[in-house]
T-cell receptor, first 114, second 113 residues
Framework: AQTVTQSQPEMSVQEAETVTLSCTYD???????LFWYKQPPSRQMILVIR??????QNATENRFSVNFQKAAKSFSLKISDSQLGDAAMYFC???????????FGKGTKLSVKP | DAGVIQSPRHEVTEMGQEVTLRCKPI?????LFWYRQTMMRGLELLIY????????DSGMPEDRFSAKMPNASFSTLKIQPSEPRDSAVYFC???????????FGPGTRLLVL
């Protein structure tokens, strides 16, 4: 069975600094997708970034980038120049290619200090 | 563009009552998902539809839960009878297809007393 593990229940970063959130997953499949979603206090689930397993290049979206290590089954999120609005729960998620459902990690609560 | 729309946003009910949650997916999206979020279990899939047909309902807790998608623009999740352990945030999400990114609605916070 596929599983997603986020080993950091909470993280803290100073405004304008860089922080990395960790995620590991377990799968025997080769066709899959990985995602990071952000959930602010409003509870809205917001897509941050997406990575296709077949792509070797790490995905980047503005201040957000990932370090995708396929052999190690690791998918970390780096947030550069952290802003107060980045404070939220961050969920790592996995999806097997032909299936629809997302499998989520337990989440990491990120605090940003002014 | 309108995102995924869910109603109601909050629901407070008493044990034993019927609860109906509603979802309107993004226009043109063919896949629709219902997730539940609790402190104990995190985010978990309840059921998903593809082209209005239920594909995987293995996450539906028990017979008290049912979901329908009568057309491409509307889905319901019904709990009858409701129990306190059903208290959670219920999310609806939609995607262009099963292989595409899922976009979430704002969620419905359900409290069963």
């Amino acid at each position: 069975a596929q599983t997603v593990t986020q080993s950091q229940p909470e993280m803290s970063v100073q405004e304008a600094e860089t922080v990395t959130l960790s995620c590991t997953y377990d799968t025997s499949e080769s066709d899959y997708y990985l995602f990071w979603y952000k959930q602010p206090p409003s509870r809205q689930m917001i897509l941050v970034i997406r990575q296709e397993a077949y792509k070797q290049q790490n995905a980047t979206e503005n201040r957000f980038s990932v370090n995708f290590q396929k052999a190690a089954k690791s998918f970390s999120l780096k947030i550069s120049d952290s802003q107060l609005g980045d404070a939220a729960m961050y969920f790592c998620a996995y999806r097997y290619g032909s299936q629809g459902n997302l499998i989520f990690g337990k989440g990491t609560k990120l605090s940003v200090k002014p | 563009d309108a995102g995924v729309i869910q109603s109601p946003r909050h629901e407070v009910t008493e044990m034993g009552q019927e609860v109906t949650l509603r979802c309107k997916p993004i226009s043109g999206h063919n896949s629709l998902f219902w997730y539940r979020q609790t402190m104990m279990r995190g985010l978990e899939l309840l059921i998903y539809f593809n082209n209005n047909v239920p594909i995987d309902d293995s996450g539906m807790p028990e017979d008290r839960f049912s979901a329908k998608m009568p057309n491409a623009s509307f889905s319901t999740l019904k709990i009858q009878p409701s129990e306190p352990r059903d208290s959670a945030v219920y999310f609806c999400a939609s995607s262009l297809s099963r292989r595409e990114t899922q976009y979430f609605g704002p969620g419905t916070r359900l409290l069963v007393l």
